[in-house]
Structure formats: structure tokens, C-alpha cells
């Protein structure tokens, strides 16, 4: 009887959801319990999904919490956990996907959007680089090094061997700033100056440098206080 309880239940909570509209807000917690569906089978999943909502503070959280976090909480599986973790890549590929219908950047706007969309979901520090050519078409997007620009130390060695690479014309490099805020430090201004003037010794742009923080991010090259490091 309670297994077919829980089936009816399943089957109403699918139906309501995959029929809902997009558009429409639906309980965060709902759409957790029905993603536990698939990795805890024949359970009231709903006690688990509150309980998971309550430890990591909102949806986002739960997707970000550490999978033996996640773990811990009781009646979770680990095939559960699993799955609530392939939610962040796969929100990013799909978000990629339709993105690369556009492979051709024709403005700082087009730059910065494609640079966010590359970070959705990063929680580590990452350093990378876009490689353009002549026309703006995207040739290739790396992430050279990882952790803080301050800690790690960018590697100008690196880039221009990418650079070359690709044989790109135009470059735009990017890093970001996990729960900060999208301002450069005085350790990215000086990486900037310092791959502007090597740059433009190759005859090669450094169109932006974009820094991200969670879903905002800044351009340098449009902000008047340092736009002159990027007209070489």
C-alpha cells in the first residue's frame, strides 16, 4: 500500500510539473523532490528534499554543497547526490549549446555575455583565455590556471604559447571572483598592463579582460578608468 501511495504521488508531482510552464514559478522544493525520484526509488522523497533545502539555505546551495555533504542528510543515496551534482554541467552545456549557434563576437556585450555564460556555475577561481580571429570568430577558450590570479601567478609564457597556438589575432582573457564582487584588484590591473604591452609587441589585441562574480561580471576595456590599457 505505501509503495503504491508513493507511485500515485510521484505521477502527480511529474505531471504537474512537466506540464507547468516555464515561465511559472514552481517550489524549488518540488522540483529537488522530484529529481530525488531518480536516485531514491519507492521513498517519500519530499522530508529529504526540505531537510536539504534547510541545511545548504536554497536550491543554488544544495547544488553547490559538497557531495559527502549532501550525503549526510538522512535518507540520501549516494546515486542521489551524484545526480544533484550533474545538474551544474548540465545547466552550463545547455546553456553552451545554444550559445555556440552565435560563434561570432561583434561587441564588448557579446564578449562579456559569452564569458559569463563559460563561468555559470564555477565556484573555483579559474584564469582564462578567449582566442578570436580577424572576423571575431571564437577559435578556441582555455582555462590555463586555476585558483587566485594573486595566488597562482599568471603565466604571460602561457598565454602567448596558447596565443600562437591558435594562431588568434585577437584575444580577451577573463578570471573570476567566487562570492566577491566584479572589481580588479591591483594584482589584475598590473597582469593586464603587463599581456597589453607584450601583446601589442606580437602584433596581437587584447580586446578585454573580463572578471566575473557569479552572475555579474565587469569590462575593463569599457571602463573609462582603464580603457587606455586596451588602445594599443
Keep these: 500500500?505505501?509503495?503504491?501511495?508513493?507511485?500515485?504521488?510521484?505521477e502527480r508531482l511529474k505531471k504537474t510539473i512537466?506540464?507547468?510552464?516555464?515561465?511559472?514559478?514552481i517550489p524549488e522544493v518540488?522540483?529537488?523532490?522530484?529529481l530525488l525520484f531518480y536516485g531514491i526509488p519507492q521513498k517519500d522523497t519530499a522530508p529529504i528534499a526540505y531537510e536539504l533545502i534547510k541545511t545548504f539555505g536554497s536550491f543554488s546551495g544544495v547544488l553547490e554543497a559538497d557531495i559527502d555533504a549532501i550525503v549526510k542528510i538522512k535518507g540520501m543515496t549516494r546515486n542521489a547526490a551524484s545526480l544533484i551534482k550533474l545538474m551544474k554541467p548540465v545547466c552550463r552545456e545547455y546553456v553552451l549549446s545554444r550559445y555556440h549557434s552565435k560563434e561570432t563576437l561583434k561587441s564588448y556585450d557579446d564578449i562579456g555575455d559569452y564569458i559569463l555564460t563559460r563561468y555559470f556555475g564555477v565556484s573555483r577561481e579559474n584564469f582564462s583565455l578567449l582566442c578570436l580571429n580577424r572576423l571575431g570568430k571564437i577559435i578556441s577558450f582555455d582555462v590555463l590556471m586555476r585558483g587566485s590570479i594573486d595566488s597562482v601567478g599568471v603565466s604571460t609564457r602561457t598565454v602567448i604559447e596558447q596565443v600562437i597556438k591558435h594562431d588568434a589575432v585577437a584575444?580577451?582573457?577573463a578570471h573570476n571572483?567566487?562570492?566577491g564582487i566584479a572589481v580588479p584588484s591591483a594584482q589584475d590591473i598590473k597582469i593586464t598592463k603587463e599581456l597589453a604591452n607584450i601583446?601589442?609587441?606580437l602584433s596581437i589585441n587584447l580586446?578585454?579582460?573580463?572578471i566575473v562574480a557569479d552572475d555579474d561580471y565587469i569590462s575593463m576595456a569599457q571602463?573609462?578608468?582603464f580603457k587606455e590599457i586596451f588602445e594599443k
Excluded: F
Excluded at 1 to 10: D, K, L, Q, V
Excluded at 18 to 25: A, G, N, P, R, Y
Excluded at 207 to 210: A, E, G, L
Design 1 to 10: 500500500m505505501s509503495e503504491n501511495i508513493h507511485a500515485g504521488h510521484r
Design 18 to 25: 512537466l506540464s507547468t510552464d516555464i515561465m511559472d514559478k
Design 30 to 34: 518540488k522540483l529537488l523532490e522530484m
Design 171 to 173: 584575444v580577451v582573457i
Design 177 to 179: 571572483h567566487p562570492g
Design 199 to 201: 601583446l601589442s609587441s
Design 207 to 210: 580586446i578585454d579582460h573580463i
Design 223 to 225: 571602463s573609462d578608468e
